[in-house]
Structures are given as C-alpha cells and as structure tokens.
C-alpha cells in the first residue's frame, strides 16, 4: 500500500518537473506576446474616470478568464480535427488586430487639429459615458481573444511532443499567466496615481515619501500616453507576426530584413486593406439604405 502511494507520489513528481520545464520553454516562446498584450490592454484600460478605472478592469479581466476557457479546449480540439483551420482564424484575427491599429492612427492624423483646437467641448452625458464605457470594454475583450489565441495556439506548439497531460497542464498554466499577470500588472499602472496621493497625504506632504508620491502622480499621465503609442504599434506588430509566421509564402519573402520591421509592414499592409474594405463596405450599405428610404 505504501509502496503504491509513493509511486503515485514519484509520478505526480515527474509530470511537475515535465509541466515546469514545458512551461519554461512555453514562456520564453511567448514573452514577447505576453509584453503586446500587456501594451495593448494597458492602453486599452486607461482613459476612464478615476472611480471607474477598476471595475472596467474587472469587467475586461472577467472577459479574458471567459475568452481562455473558450480558446483552451477549442486550440485542443481544433488540432486534433483539423489543424490548418487555427491558422485560418489566426489571419483573420491578424486583419482585426491590423485594422484597430492603423484605425487609431489614421483617426489621430485626420483628427488631431480638432483635438488640438477645440476646445469648447461639453462634458459627456452621464448616458453616452456608459455607453463608451461599454463599447471599449468590449473592444478590449475582442483584442483580448485574438491576443489569447495567439498565445495558447503558440504555447501549444512548443509542448506537441509532450503527453496530452503535460500539454493540458501547461497551456492551461501559460493562459493563467496572461490573464492573472497581465491584467494585475495593469491595475498597478492605473492605480498609480492613488498610490502617489496616498504616500503624500501620509507623510504630509514632506520628505522624499512625498516627493516620490508626486513622482507617481506625475508620472500617470506620461505613462497613458506612452502605453496608447506602445499598444498601436504592438497591436500592428503582433498582426504583422501572425501572417509572418503563419504565411509560408510572406515568411519568405525580404529575408534579410530584420522580423520586427517585416511584422510591422506586414501590420500596415494588411491593417491598411482592412480599413479599405471595412470603408467600401461601409460606403456601400449607407447608399443601399438611402436609395431604400
């Protein structure tokens, strides 16, 4: 009986050492992933009142833990009915990814003399605030998916040549990670600002607790902006990255071009198409309504 216990024990301890070393070799696959999903949803949570920055971080947090139990078991099942079709919905997540961000920057080039000069803008209807609210939160959790598949489909990859057990355990390890870090990470970043009042109004306002305090509170800002440029170019970089690294055929062209600059161009390329075809689309179901009515 005793003897049996410990062989159980030997081997929950030999799936661990497995689990750990497959997750070690998932998370070097994907940290570079890991830091654009935290780009981008960093910038994605920001811009809110101050009372709301939490709970529309929860809201997006809850999304993602929704989005992880989908994309898990269906990257399982889906590479072992037919993998080429990952590769299908990888791309069109690609053109989703690309499309946001030459969106935002288009919209800021076209747009950035309104923002500069205009400045007799009422404050929004407490109505149309919620309505914002909920439009981004769901744009964030629609990034959130495409990112998340991104990383399980990728982590996935590294742990084939492991027992289903290991590759389970592991996956599912790495989607805890890019839920749970990456979202803890930007709560702290949102919430800096508190930190920073708190520090000053603790040491009343004196000694370097207060100076740091200030820096923090200083520092919120630049550190918003800084994230809404880092998370445009991740998201065109990661879009970029999927049909780099997905696409025979785009793989191979410009071989000594260094992969960042080629997933970037990749980005505008296709974010560029997309904006295209989503304006033509646009443009085309507006006539059909007016020659309706």
């Known amino acids: 009986m ?26 070097k696959k994907t940290a570079g992933l ?20 939490l709970p529309v971080l929860w809201a997006i947090t809850k999304g993602s833990f929704i989005n992880k139990l989908i994309i898990v078991p269906a990257a399982f099942i889906l590479n072992v009915i037919y993998p080429p079709v990952i590769v299908v919905i990888l791309v069109i997540g690609g053109f989703y990814l690309a499309y946001e961000g030459v969106e935002k920057i288009l919209h ?21 605030s919620e309505e914002v609210e909920k439009a981004k939160i769901k744009s964030a959790i629609k990034t959130d998916f495409i990112l998340s598949a991104e990383i399980v489909i990728i ?27 990456v979202y803890g990470l930007v709560a702290l970043i949102v ?7 708190r520090l000053i109004s603790s040491s009343e306002e004196k000694g370097l607790t207060a100076n740091f305090g200030e820096i923090l509170v200083n520092l919120l ?3 918003i902006r800084l994230l809404t440029i880092v998370g445009t170019i991740a ?16 793989h191979n062209l410009f071989p000594q071009i260094p992969t960042i600059i080629k997933d970037g161009i990749y980005g505008i390329i296709s974010g560029l198409l997309a904006v295209g075809v989503v304006t033509v689309i646009k443009k085309i179901i507006s006539s059909f309504r007016k020659s309706e009515s």
């Open 155 to 181: 982590a996935l990859g590294t742990v084939l040549d492991k027992s289903l057990t290991v590759q389970i355990i592991t996956v599912s390890l790495i989607a805890l990670v890019a839920t749970v870090g």
């Open 108 to 128: 800021w080039l076209l747009h950035r003399n309104e923002h500069d000069h205009d400045h007799s803008v009422e404050e929004p209807h407490p109505k149309d």
């Open 235 to 250: 998201l065109l970089l990661v879009a970029g990255g999927i049909f780099n690294h997905n696409i025979e055929y785009i």
């Open 191 to 197: 919430r800096m600002d508190d930190v920073g009042y």
């Open 2 to 27: 005793a003897s049996g216990i410990f062989a159980i024990l030997d081997d929950i301890a030999m799936l661990m050492d497995d689990v750990a070393l497959a997750s070690k070799v998932a998370t």
């Open 221 to 223: 800002p630049i550190v």
């Open 34 to 53: 890991l830091g654009d999903d935290l780009a981008v949803n960093a910038e994605k949570a920001t811009g809110f009142v101050s009372s709301r920055e």
